[in-house]
């Protein structure tokens, strides 16, 4: 686990690097996703990440139960934002890095195939990787709205990989049915090289840049503006369009 948390470790670093070089009006900044600002995004990862802990760790604020207490997911979610709008931007960022600490803290605890019920129930190596992919969803808002290109690193396999094995849930999601079939999935990783997932005699593949994969994964950018990703067999092509990595 210590590896996948350290990845975790690094993007959230990444983030919190940017956010403390922030002015107060960029705090104010509208971001992509509708309606909320830099302080809005920063607040959701924040109370996201005492829920994840708590899942984690088996306290009072699991996410199964918790999301129970609001009349729908997206009200659940709007409540961080709203815990957030009551506090000041510096507050609302170390409400986020005291938060993510302590998520990664439990983390390091776990057995790797452990369950940790977050939604359907995940493995906990791969409950890690779903907190960098948040992580790395809500920067590129970030981001955007800053001024800041995209953070396009190594730790982008990670979420590939889970963006791979998340096809099943994304056709479930998508009420979507999914077509016979095994994908292979083979990335230009950046600076060089391919990540490649699924089995070498899979029916189907997916090519591309691995960012854009990712990007398409996390909902950040429209199939359309990807360029280079390519489908190759009848799933391939019933893939690309319900990518989807979270919940």
């Keep these: 686990m210590r590896e996948f948390v350290q990845e975790l470790h690094d993007e959230q670093s990444s983030l919190e690097a940017l956010l403390r070089s922030l002015t107060e009006e960029q705090w104010r900044a509208p971001t992509p996703a509708k309606g909320w600002d830099v302080r809005d995004q920063v607040a959701h990862l924040a109370d996201t990440e005492e829920v994840a802990h708590d899942t984690a760790s088996g306290g009072p604020r699991q996410l199964n139960e918790e999301v129970l207490q609001f009349p729908s ?14 506090m000041k931007p510096a507050d609302v960022l170390e409400w986020w890095v005291r938060g993510a600490a302590a998520t990664r803290t439990v983390l390091l605890s776990l057995d790797p195939k452990q ?12 409950f890690v990787t779903a907190r960098l992919m948040e992580t790395w969803a809500h920067g590129l808002d970030i981001r955007a709205a800053a001024g800041a290109e995209p953070n396009i690193t190594p730790r982008l396999q990670s979420i590939a990989w889970l963006v791979t094995n998340a096809v099943p849930y994304a056709f479930m999601a998508a009420k979507t049915p999914k077509p016979e079939g095994t994908l292979r999935v ?5 600076g060089g ?7 070498s005699d899979a029916t189907d593949r997916i090519t591309g840049d691995a960012a854009e994969f990712c990007r398409v ?5 429209k199939l359309a503006d990807a360029h280079t ?15 989807r990595a979270f919940l």
Excluded at 115 to 126: D, E, F, I, K, Y
């Design 73 to 86: 997911p997206e009200a659940y979610t709007e409540s961080g934002c709203d815990k957030g709008r009551a």
């Design 115 to 126: 369950r940790v019920p977050w939604g359907l129930g995940m493995s906990a190596r791969s």
């Design 186 to 190: 083979e990335l230009n990783a950046p």
């Design 193 to 199: 090289g391919i990540w490649m997932f699924g089995p």
């Design 217 to 221: 994964g996390v909902q950040r950018m």
């Design 229 to 243: 990703l390519k489908a190759h067999g009848p799933l391939a092509e019933a893939t690309l369009p319900v990518l």
